[in-house]
């Protein structure tokens, strides 16, 4: 068996998340689908990601891995015998191109270190969020990725709001809670930016990130900027602990993965370990 990374991103509208489900489309399904296809392996692939987004959720930075039998790889070449499976990844990528949909690519293949796992041996996760409070509403053009919002917006309330999340938390407040799941995360990251063209970036990196997190802290934020909230009222709903009715989940296409940061290759496997333990720690 050979373990692939795969760095790829996708257009989240018409998915139904990353992870396969039933009846839906889903970014795991066309992948998984795509690689059993141009292999002959079925059914058989099984990818592991490192942020399974929410429907309407995009990716420009995602990572995923695969395990695969390393004589399947003889279908991608005439002559099997002299390349290797990295002289053969070239063939795999090409032929992915022209297999998968337009709104999901792979970027790139790679035969992945030892001890690498696309989840587990993540340091960090980094999503930026796209909203415009321009009067006359978005550019049609990007409409699909940056969410409008009625009403002006703050940005030095968002700023000062925002402060107040950082660090390691039980995020409670801002998550969608899983049994045995715990809500506990490290925000690294969570600043914003208006752009030349009149956008606001909020761009929020963690070590890992609970379910509907990153949009959850957004709308908290939003309610800041727009004045219907005060700044010190993001504090308050964490240390409250518990999913606040207040806090409202901002729209999905607005939330773009960006980037998952690794280790150096030495310290994959350990840093996949130590996450595996905090993972079943009991808080």
Do not use: N
Not at 40 to 57: K, N, Q
Not at 137 to 159: F, K, N, Q, S, T
Not at 242 to 270: I, K, N, Q
């Amino acid at each position: 068996m050979v373990r692939l990374r795969l760095d790829l991103g996708y257009d989240g509208a018409e998915f139904s998340g990353w992870a396969r489900q039933p009846g839906r489309r889903t970014v795991q399904g066309e992948l998984e689908d795509a690689l059993g296809t141009i292999l002959r392996l079925g059914d058989a692939v099984s990818l592991t990601v490192a942020g399974r987004t929410d429907a309407g959720v995009h990716a420009r930075g995602q990572v995923a891995h695969v395990d695969l039998p390393e004589a399947s790889f003889d279908e991608l070449v005439r002559d099997p015998q002299p390349a290797s499976v990295d002289e053969r990844l070239p063939a795999l990528l090409r032929r992915l191109a022209g297999v998968l949909p337009p709104d999901v690519r792979v970027h790139r293949v790679s035969v992945a270190p030892e001890g690498f796992d696309a989840r587990f041996s993540a340091l960090s996760r980094r999503y930026v969020y796209r909203v415009q409070d321009a009067p006359g509403g978005v550019d049609p053009l990007r409409r699909g990725e940056i969410v409008w919002h009625l009403r002006p917006l703050d940005l030095d309330a968002m700023i000062a709001g925002a402060a107040h999340l950082l660090g390691e938390h039980d995020f409670a407040a801002f998550c969608k809670k899983r049994e045995g799941a715990t809500t506990i995360r490290e925000l690294q990251r969570l600043d914003w930016v208006r752009t030349a063209e009149g956008v606001l970036e909020a761009t929020v990196v963690a070590d890992a990130f609970c379910h509907s997190m990153v949009r959850a802290l957004v709308g908290c934020l939003l309610a800041v900027g727009d004045g219907r909230r005060p700044r010190e009222w993001p504090a308050r709903v964490l240390a409250g602990a518990v999913r606040d009715s207040g806090v409202h989940v901002a729209p999905a296409h607005g939330l773009c993965l960006e980037e998952v940061g690794y280790p150096p290759p030495a310290e994959l496997a350990a840093r996949a370990a130590a996450t595996r333990r905090v993972r079943t720690l009991t808080q």
